[in-house]
């Protein structure tokens, strides 16, 4: 059985035309979703993918953009689909996983995905040492300037002659200008640092 799923962003609402070419492919159910971006879910290819779950099944997609949003993205429904026994076939590309030239062009993807990751870990890992020999570490700025850090302390030890504090954690981050999380980690790193009589 040959299942079609098309997809359109949402500033592009016409799907006629992948709707068109997977009813041309003998497609007997097509499915196609309105989404666009990373995160946007896509519940018609759910629905797809429920229906395409035989050995022998297609998947059938016009590009391989409209499948996937990643490359990573795409080799993983690929492995998906691969493990059903469900083959993918892309019109427009002519890619037909159901051949051995459609199955040597996603090892061929996995490869590079492999190698992309292996070069990014790589580049954080020297990004990470040259950073390291110039005396900066990993991490945010500190918020708040030692000298701030002091000034905030002083503030929050500052009591009334009754004993009760005269600011409180929100005013104090309120003067500075950041969170009150911000003002109990500076007041924390200070106690730490602080030596003990």
Do not use: W
Request: charged share 25%; aromatic share 4%.
């Amino acid at each position: 059985m040959r299942i079609g799923y098309g997809r359109v962003s949402t500033r592009d609402q016409n799907p006629d035309a992948q709707h068109d070419a997977l009813a041309a492919a003998g497609c007997e159910q097509i499915f196609v979703d309105k989404a666009s971006g990373k995160l946007a879910r896509r519940p018609e290819l759910d629905k797809a993918l429920l229906v395409a779950r035989r050995p022998g099944d297609q998947l059938v997609v016009t590009k391989l953009d409209r499948l996937g949003r990643s490359l990573e993205n795409l080799i993983e429904l690929s492995g998906q689909l691969q493990q059903s026994g469900v083959d993918l076939v892309v019109l427009d590309q002519a890619i037909d996983t159901s051949t051995a030239m459609g199955r040597m062009f996603f090892r061929i993807l996995g490869s590079i995905a492999e190698f992309e990751r292996a070069l990014m870990s790589e580049r954080t890992l020297d990004g990470l040492a040259a950073a390291r020999a110039r005396g900066r570490t990993g991490g945010q700025k500190p918020k708040l300037t030692p000298r701030q850090a002091k000034i905030a302390q002083e503030m929050y030890e500052e009591t009334s002659p009754d004993g009760k504090r005269l600011h409180t954690v929100g005013q104090i981050a309120a003067e500075f200008g950041v969170t009150r999380p911000t003002i109990y980690r500076h007041l924390a790193g200070l106690a730490a640092s602080t030596p003990t009589p």
